[in-house]
């Protein structure tokens, strides 16, 4: 897959073209042309904010579908905490893992319980001495690539810890091959996501990195075969092994109590996210060791391709919590020794997406002609030349993408201007009449 | 070649917190689009925030001339304001004049001039009392010496 893959994509035929999304996005990523929207790719994060938005529903997600498993002889599950909340209280969580069985899988693994060594792992990282603080979790890819596009300075302060999903798919594999005794080669793990940022970090992970994960199944596309195989799913297998810190991973806030530090922040929604961000940059937040940074309002549970409302799911969550803690009397899960592979070796880099040239002569003389357009826009930031603000039109004008006369505005003064012309020159009248 | 340089202008309006920042901002976005490396900018937008926030709260408004060429950022904050009485106390960390009512509002804990201290590569204050202060910043884009 290239560099740019996003599994944020457009449906052509459902857009309409009404420049609600062009606003929304975090990276001003969208333009409006010939009545379409277009997402530039190198600046898209997958954040699923448009997905959100769109009242046509024509952003969707490229996720894969079931029959990618049939690829595969042995089929393991890799489901998100926030999966189990979105069906009813009365389906425990064994419940739910098994009914993976009915509809194709051999076997499951709660990224949840992965999450649990992330956990753990981000605890040692945080008693190191001379480490970075805060720390900022890397656990959601868009604010990854966030940080990637909009705040280079603290890219150093990102958790280099593999993500929850990426570490389940390796214990998971590993568990097959030494458990099991299968071969590697006969295994296909598969995330049930609750978002296009997983999706994209699969298929086109950050830079020098591969991927441990085979495919990667929405829970909106799974969820109903999963409710129709909950009844008479068996409940003899004990897979439900997660403790209840990495289910509440799910939520806003759960990830930052696994980690246990006094001085956590956790904020959600990646517009919150952008300011918080904002004031680390500008060293205007103190005593602050951990940041839980999550693209999506509530969480991983207000995941664009979950199914269930995320203030329900919320809810529904506490109780599989208070489950799993009865079960460990309130005690934290010993968990098994881990190794290395937990740490995430790939590179992160500075994409320089807003630059307007590589050359700093020819960008200030473009910054310059900017900055001249932009004078001469009426400033109202309407949307309806296909650009998020009139800055931004501005912007796009220098770039070469986009026309002055885009602007209704300055197209209806031009046209002004023409009919003015236009009388004068019909009022003249050639000197052999007059 | 005739190295092309920028000259931007601001206003900076006394006692308006909702604006207060703004032009820092305004520049730092600028840099972003000239391509210079985000820790230098991290550099200029730091230093520049708070002299312009310290002509808002201390210095009664003014003016922000910014000049940037290939090299480097030269920003110059000029208020009229009633000046700093004694410059090298007001230079030291967590000295401040600021009303409770301004510190309640999160300014005030004497580490403005402290961090332009240390984030400007070169940092010039000319002050005057009853007469206002120039605050001259200088953030050079590539490693110096
Ligand atoms: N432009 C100015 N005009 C008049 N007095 C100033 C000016 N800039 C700074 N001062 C004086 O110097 C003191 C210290 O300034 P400094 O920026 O270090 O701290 P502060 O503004 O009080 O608090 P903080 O910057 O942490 O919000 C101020 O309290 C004020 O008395
Ligand atoms: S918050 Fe969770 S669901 Fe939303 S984009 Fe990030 S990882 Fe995906
Ligand atoms: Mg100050």
């Known amino acids: 897959m290239g560099e740019y893959f996003h599994s944020v994509t457009l449906d052509e035929a459902k857009c309409k073209g009404c420049t609600n999304c062009i606003k929304r996005c975090p990276t001003e990523a969208i333009r409006v042309r010939h009545g379409k929207a277009r997402i530039i790719n190198e600046r898209c994060i997958d954040c699923g904010e448009c997905i959100r938005i769109c009242p046509y529903h024509a952003k969707k997600a490229i996720t894969d579908d079931l029959s990618v498993i049939n690829g595969y002889k042995y089929r393991i599950a890799l489901p998100a905490p926030s999966l189990y909340s979105q069906f009813k209280p009365v389906y425990g969580r064994n419940r739910i893992l098994n009914a993976f069985f009915r509809i194709g899988f051999d076997d499951v693994y709660e990224v949840a319980r992965a999450a649990e060594y992330v956990s753990d792992a981000t605890r040692k990282l945080l008693s190191e001495e001379g480490i970075r603080k805060p720390l900022i979790s890397s656990a959601c890819p868009a604010i990854v690539r966030l940080i990637q596009v909009r705040f280079p300075n603290l890219i150093d302060n990102l958790v280099r810890l593999e993500s929850p999903m990426e570490v389940a798919a390796k214990m998971a594999k590993k568990k097959a091959v030494e458990k099991k005794g299968i071969d590697p080669s006969d295994i296909g793990v598969f995330f049930i996501t609750p978002c296009a940022a997983k999706a994209t970090s699969v298929k086109a992970p950050y830079e020098n990195k591969t991927s441990s994960v085979d495919g990667v199944i929405s829970i909106k596309s799974i969820y109903l075969k999963l409710l129709a195989n909950l009844e008479k799913a068996d409940e003899s297998k004990q897979l439900a092994k997660a403790g209840f810190e990495g289910l509440r991973w799910a939520n806003s806030g759960g990830e930052g109590l696994a980690v246990g530090t006094d001085n956590f922040l956790a904020v959600d929604g990646i517009h919150n996210v952008i300011s918080i961000f904002e ?6 937040l103190e005593g602050i060791d951990f ?16 199914v269930e409302n995320v203030y329900v799911a919320k809810s529904r969550l506490k109780q599989h919590v208070e489950e799993a803690k009865a079960v460990q009397k309130g005690r934290r899960r010993k968990l098994e020794p881990y190794d290395e592979s937990i740490v995430w070796t790939g590179e992160i880099v500075y994409k320089p997406v807003l630059k307007l040239d590589t050359d700093i002569e020819k960008a200030m003389k473009k910054l310059e002609a900017l900055e001249k357009i932009y004078s001469g826009l009426p400033g109202l930031d309407c949307g309806a030349c296909g650009a998020p603000s009139c800055r931004a039109l501005a912007e796009d004008i220098v770039r070469g993408i986009a026309y002055e006369t885009d602007c209704i505005f300055k197209l209806r003064e031009k046209v002004r201007d023409l009919a003015a012309q236009m009388k004068e020159l019909e009022e003249k009248t050639p000197p052999t009449m007059s | 070649m005739a190295k092309s340089r920028m000259d931007l202008h601001y206003e900076i309006p006394a006692d308006d917190f909702a604006r207060a920042g703004e032009a820092s901002s305004s520049v730092k976005k600028i840099l972003v689009q000239l391509g210079i490396d985000p ?9 520049m925030y708070e002299a312009e926030i310290n002509a808002v709260i201390h210095g009664g408004g003014g003016n ?3 000049t940037i060429d ?15 009485e004694d410059l090298e106390l007001a230079m030291q960390e967590g000295y401040t004049t600021a009303t409770d009512e301004i510190r309640e509002m999160g300014f005030g804990a004497g580490m403005g001039l402290p961090n332009m201290k240390r984030y400007a590569d070169e940092l010039d204050i000319q002050t005057e009392k009853g007469k206002g202060t120039v605050v001259t910043i200088v953030v050079y884009f590539h490693q110096q010496g």
């Open chain 1, 291 to 306: 940041i839980e940074a999550l693209a999506c309002t509530g969480g991983c549970l207000g995941g664009p391709l979950t």
């Open chain 2, 70 to 84: 290939a090299d480097k950022i030269v920003i110059r904050i000029i208020d009229s304001g009633p000046g700093i």
């Open chain 2, 64 to 66: 922000a001339e910014v």
């Open chain 2, 39 to 47: 820790v230098r900018i991290k550099k200029a937008a730091i230093s």
């Open chain 1, 279 to 284: 004031a680390v940059e500008n060293d205007k």
